[in-house]
């Protein structure tokens, strides 16, 4: 009876949250910055295969996928819980599904490289949803994710469907406890207008976004890098003394 409860009350939270789902159709400014940051990641992370399995976690329209597509990639697909984004990404050519990225119906081990841009900052619980990344990713997989950092200036934790807009170190650890590898760790901004409704000039400011290149090790890979971090610390430590 216990579980059962558990169970409704999640169901009920979940019918919630879905209310605030909105479409992502593209924009002027997303669609430059992914035409530079894909083929960044073709050459620098994903490797050689263009047979490989990627996911656009949260692909909105799909726009993510043509330059993946146009980068020779044949095994691409997305995942969005957006009716609209479906149809469009479909529309597009692509195989995309309406999927939540917290209980995703994928098998284990499914994917090669996730793509996820701004997408995890909308999940209600993200220890969880990590989880589910690392379940359907290969061993050796990597995933990209870019996401808003805290205290910008556009309030984006009480914008709907923001639920996760946490720090770096916060999001770290909870990479970490899922034994992921982080690779890349870094931040950058851009330079937004905010409208000035008196007809007065517009006013820009820059928003922070984290990025992180993560990788899925094995049990046996995550301790030897933790040895390997602690004999990095022991001089510094020592020295401090």
């Known amino acids: 009876m216990e579980t059962k409860n558990k169970i409704e009350k999640l169901e009920q939270f979940l019918e919630k949250v879905s209310s605030e789902i909105y479409s992502e159709p593209d924009t002027d400014m997303h669609t430059k910055m992914m035409d530079q940051l894909i083929p960044d990641l073709d050459k620098n992370q994903i490797g050689e295969n263009k047979d490989q399995a990627i996911l656009d976690v ?37 195989k995309c599904e309406k999927m939540d990225q917290s209980f995703m ?35 050796g997989g990597k995933i990209y994710i870019e996401m808003p950092a805290p205290d910008n200036f556009r309030p984006i934790e009480y914008m709907a469907n923001h ?6 170190k916060q999001w770290a650890s909870l990479m970490l406890r899922h034994k992921f590898q982080i690779q890349v760790a870094t931040d950058f901004s851009i330079e937004l207008v905010n409208p000035n409704p008196k007809g007065e000039d517009d006013k820009t400011f820059k928003e922070r976004n984290l990025v992180f290149v993560i990788k ?11 040895k390997a971090q602690q004999q990095i610390q022991v001089p510094s430590q020592a020295k401090e003394k």
């Open 163 to 168: 639920y996760s807009v946490m720090g770096a």
């Open 216 to 226: 899925k090790c094995t049990e046996e890979e995550f301790k030897e890098l933790e």
């Open 58 to 94: 949260g692909c909105g329209q799909g726009y993510a996928l043509t330059k993946f597509k146009e980068l020779g990639f044949t095994n691409i697909q997305g995942i969005t819980l957006s009716d609209e984004d479906v149809k469009a990404t479909q529309d597009r050519g692509f």
């Open 105 to 139: 119906t994928f098998e284990d081990e499914s994917f090669d490289f996730l793509f996820v841009r701004h997408c995890l900052e909308h999940s209600p619980f993200p220890y969880f949803t990590l989880g589910e990344f690392r379940r359907v990713l290969k061993t």
